[in-house]
């Protein structure tokens, strides 16, 4: 009788697992990613997603990260039962807005995961990144209002072409 109630538990604990995958799988869906997309994010192989997916539960740290990622608590990935509300809904107004495009979203989410990996890294190498973050931003916002002052004015070319054409016409 004991090696019976032994397998009953076991079953319980594999149910379970299945659960705590499919969750992942949830999450993994509501971010847009494909399991590699979704391995990168978490720094790790395509094939730990894959695992995790099939039930194998993640360690503590990475349940975390996935939790921030798909902004649930670790607590919604490994309940018993699926919560009626599901995930929480992202907080922030600015990303959860129709009117914000997918691509915006998506940049977002990037570099939310981004600054995610970052918080291990010594500071002096935080503030590296950083000033390489702004700095890219800077070129980012200014390659894209060159090119919407572009669109406004009906033009066709790109911004490149154009800047290469002012160079060949002046003496």
């Known amino acids: ?47 730990s997603v894959a695992r995790y997916e099939a039930g194998r539960v993640p360690n503590l740290s990475l349940l975390r990260h996935i939790a921030r990622l798909g902004n649930v608590s670790v607590g919604w990935i490994l309940e018993e039962e699926v919560p009626s509300v599901g995930p929480r809904r992202p907080r922030d107004k600015s990303t959860s807005h129709p009117d914000v495009p997918e691509s915006v ?5 990037f570099l939310k995961a981004e600054m995610v990996k970052l918080a291990p890294l010594p500071r002096r190498r935080r503030k590296r990144y950083e000033d390489r973050l702004f700095e890219l931003i800077a070129r980012f916002k200014h390659d894209l209002e060159d090119y919407r002052h572009l669109l406004e004015a009906g033009g066709r070319q790109s911004p490149r072409a154009r800047l290469s054409t002012k160079r060949r016409r002046t003496p």
């Open 105 to 109: 979203r998506n940049l977002l989410v």
């Open 1 to 47: 009788m004991a090696s019976c109630g032994a397998f009953g538990d076991y079953q319980r604990l594999h149910m379970r697992a299945k659960e705590v995958g499919q969750r992942i799988i949830q999450i993994r869906e509501k971010l847009g990613l494909t399991q590699g997309e979704f391995a990168e994010r978490l720094a790790v192989t395509r094939a």
